[in-house]
């Protein structure tokens, strides 16, 4: 029950006036921060793994049904709406192999990719996705990335609002995230948003909007960004920073005297790797309260079940 179609989500969100966050994992502590924040705030979530970040070798031998089917143990059970995101895959094939790993949303990174491929690809999985029950984002526009401290916008480019609107007739993709300068992996300042553009974008497009670079992303602009039609931010780099900062400052504190078994992998209050699930899971409460998520768990389950 608790695991819902990502357009539901996106759709109650923009009747409600919030965005609903993704919030990017990749083992089994950061998966259940995201799920317990979600609970402590009483918020609808998507939670996921991103591909970008993981070797292919790894997802292409069994590491996409592994974190499926992690995913969906760790789901069950959950008392706040979810829906789960294998977020921008290389390949269309890995996209394809999230649609029977128990992924309900999936999404393939093609923002760099010719607009006809990527078309193509999008296209390809929404016809394999949607009968399955899977919701398919895009990117259409693509994002510079900070890197090394600065910003590197080979190949980045804003979103045409037309070309959108055409990608999104041609694929029939449920989300589209946008480029209008937000910027992936951003920690040292904040990124410049076109609220114009992503005015335009709304017009001409009729599913919900997508910003992808939520780290870097400005507070002051996220309810702008929700009244010109975002539904979704998604959030990463600012999740894993805050997450190493604590497992380094608890590593910081061991004397060399403690149980090792204790300390590594236990799950209880010693393990380092707590410290940093803490450190995860309030840094997403901060971000469901800023969308204005939190507290709208319950008016989406009752639209399943009034
Ligand atoms: P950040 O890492 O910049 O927060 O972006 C995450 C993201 O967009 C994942 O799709």
Request: proline residues 4%; contains cysteine.
């Given at each position: 029950?608790?695991?819902?179609p990502?357009p539901l989500?996106?759709?109650?969100?923009r009747?409600?006036?919030y965005?609903v966050?993704?919030?990017?994992?990749?083992?089994?502590?950061?998966?259940?921060?995201a799920?317990?924040a979600?609970?402590?705030e009483?918020?609808?979530?998507?939670?996921?793994?991103?591909?970008?970040?993981l070797?292919?070798?790894?997802l292409?031998?069994r590491?996409?049904?592994?974190?499926?089917?992690?995913g969906?143990?760790?789901?069950d059970?959950?008392?706040?709406?979810?829906?789960f995101?294998?977020?921008e895959?290389?390949?269309?094939e890995q996209a394809?192999a999230?649609?029977?790993?128990?992924f309900n949303?999936v999404m393939i990174?093609?923002?760099?990719w010719p607009k006809d491929?990527?078309?193509r690809a999008?296209r390809k999985?929404v016809?394999a996705?949607h009968?399955?029950?899977?919701?398919v984002e895009?990117e259409?526009?693509s994002l510079?990335?900070?890197?090394?401290?600065?910003?590197?916008?080979?190949?980045?480019?804003m979103?045409?609002?037309?070309?959108?609107a055409e990608?999104v007739?041609?694929?029939g993709v449920?989300a589209?995230a946008?480029?209008?300068?937000?910027?992936?992996?951003?920690?040292?300042f904040?990124?410049?948003?076109?609220?114009?553009r992503?005015?335009?974008?709304?017009?001409?497009?009729?599913?919900?909007?997508?910003?992808?670079g939520?780290?870097?992303?400005?507070d002051?602009?996220?309810?702008?960004?929700?009244a010109?039609?975002v539904?979704k931010?998604?959030v990463g780099?600012r999740?894993?920073r805050?997450?190493l900062d604590?497992?380094?400052?608890?590593?910081?504190e061991?004397?060399?005297?403690e149980?090792v078994?204790?300390?590594?992998?236990?799950?209880?209050?010693?393990?380092?790797?707590?410290?940093?699930?803490?450190?995860?899971t309030?840094?997403v409460?901060?971000?469901l309260r800023l969308?204005?998520?939190?507290?709208?768990a319950d008016?989406?389950l009752?639209?399943?079940?009034?």
């Amino acid at each position: 029950m608790p695991l819902m179609p990502a357009p539901l989500l996106l759709s109650e969100a923009r009747r409600g006036g919030y965005a609903v966050g993704y919030f990017e994992s990749w083992d089994s502590y950061s998966f259940e921060a995201a799920l317990e924040a979600a609970e402590a705030e009483s918020a609808p979530i998507i939670v996921g793994f991103g591909a970008t970040m993981l070797d292919d070798a790894w997802l292409d031998h069994r590491g996409i049904d592994h974190l499926g089917a992690m995913g969906r143990t760790l789901i069950d059970g959950c008392r706040v709406p979810v829906a789960f995101l294998l977020n921008e895959t290389h390949t269309l094939e890995q996209a394809l192999a999230g649609v029977g790993a128990g992924f309900n949303f999936v999404m393939i990174d093609s923002q760099r990719w010719p607009k006809d491929d990527a078309m193509r690809a999008s296209r390809k999985l929404v016809e394999a996705a949607h009968p399955a029950g899977v919701a398919v984002e895009a990117e259409f526009g693509s994002l510079p990335d900070f890197v090394d401290g600065r910003i590197v916008d080979d190949g980045a480019a804003m979103t045409d609002p037309a070309e959108a609107a055409e990608f999104v007739a041609e694929t029939g993709v449920d989300a589209l995230a946008v480029s209008v300068g937000n910027v992936h992996l951003l920690t040292a300042f904040t990124s410049e948003i076109d609220l114009d553009r992503l005015t335009a974008i709304r017009a001409a497009v009729d599913v919900p909007l997508v910003l992808h670079g939520g780290t870097g992303f400005p507070d002051d602009a996220v309810r702008a960004a929700i009244a010109a039609g975002v539904a979704k931010f998604n959030v990463g780099t600012r999740l894993k920073r805050n997450y190493l900062d604590a497992v380094v400052r608890r590593i910081g504190e061991w004397t060399g005297r403690e149980s090792v078994h204790d300390l590594v992998g236990s799950h209880k209050p010693a393990d380092f790797l707590e410290a940093g699930k803490a450190a995860f899971t309030d840094t997403v409460r901060g971000f469901l309260r800023l969308y204005g998520s939190a507290g709208r768990a319950d008016d989406v389950l009752k639209v399943v079940a009034p």
